[in-house]
């Protein structure tokens, strides 16, 4: 499963989650300090599936270059 990196809106910790794409869409992810779910996503340049045409991890059928 692909790994997000989280920032908190609520209490600006930055976290890295594993979860399916399902569960992020479905937004059942909660920061782990303050459970906010109120989160921005920004993502890992350490990421072996990042992609190199459009710098998304999670760019899917949207992004041509990479599938
Ligand atoms: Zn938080």
Do not use: V, W
């Not at 609520?10 to 794409?21: D, G, P, V």
């Not at 920004?42 to 599938?67: E, L």
């Amino acid at each position: 499963m692909p790994i997000y990196e989280f920032t908190c809106q609520h209490c600006k910790r930055n976290f890295r989650e594993t979860a399916s794409i399902k569960d992020k869409k479905a937004k059942k992810i909660s920061c782990p300090e303050c459970k906010s779910k109120n989160l921005q996503e920004s993502y890992s340049t350490n990421s072996p599936k990042s992609c190199s045409a459009c710098s998304s991890t999670s760019c899917g059928s949207g992004c041509a270059g990479c599938h």
